[in-house]
């Protein structure tokens, strides 16, 4: 890895490898463990692929043009607890909004990171917030990782989260 990144450069990579590591992991997701919830009040890996999806789709386009108002074009105002969505459609979601926010940090430049956004922690400058949103994906992988692991341990089976050059194998 080049150690001479830009601020973005990096931010790229949080958001590219945090979603890389949601497909390691989804290959041993199953129907009942998208919405299982181990308490009524905890999230289930449905609400946090729907919250990834915001981030992506919703929170980077506001942190990066400023108008933090902005809801793409026939956005569900409900999409967290919509009950109709499926998984097809919560990844395909993801990926267009990956697309997107990596299109739109390549376009930014290092100076525009210092300008102030007053948003949901108050007033703070573009970097944090983009680092904030960057970083939320990796948090959230890794409570998806932890909710399929521990769903299937509950239930007697081993899990093993294999990355792609290792798939051939398993």
């Known amino acids: 890895m080049d150690v001479n990144l830009t601020k973005i450069e990096a931010m790229k990579i949080f958001v590219e490898y945090g979603l890389t590591r ?3 992991d989804l290959r041993e997701l199953d129907e009942e463990t998208l919405n299982w919830r181990i308490a ?5 890996v449905k609400w946090l692929l729907t919250h990834i999806s915001m981030i992506l789709n919703v929170y ?27 998984l ?6 993801i990926e267009k909004g990956k697309n997107e926010a990596l299109n ?17 922690i108050g007033e703070d400058s573009r ?15 890794g409570q998806i990782a932890s909710i399929i692991g ?4 509950m239930g007697g089976e081993t899990t093993r989260v294999v990355p792609p050059e290792a798939w051939k194998n398993h």
Request: glycine residues 0%; hydrophobic residues 35%.
């Open 88 to 93: 097809e459609t919560i990844m395909a979601d």
């Open 150 to 153: 521990l769903k299937k341990r």
């Open 127 to 141: 970097e944090t917030y983009l680092m904030i949103l960057s970083s939320e994906i990796l948090h959230h992988e």
């Open 22 to 24: 949601i497909k390691w």
């Open 104 to 120: 739109a940090l390549s376009q930014l430049s290092e100076d525009s990171l210092i300008e102030k956004l007053d948003w949901y």
């Open 40 to 44: 009524p009040e905890a999230n289930s």
């Open 60 to 86: 980077f386009p506001r942190a990066i043009t400023n108008n933090l108002k902005y809801l793409p074009k026939n956005w569900l105002p409900e999409y967290h607890d919509n009950e109709t969505l499926k």
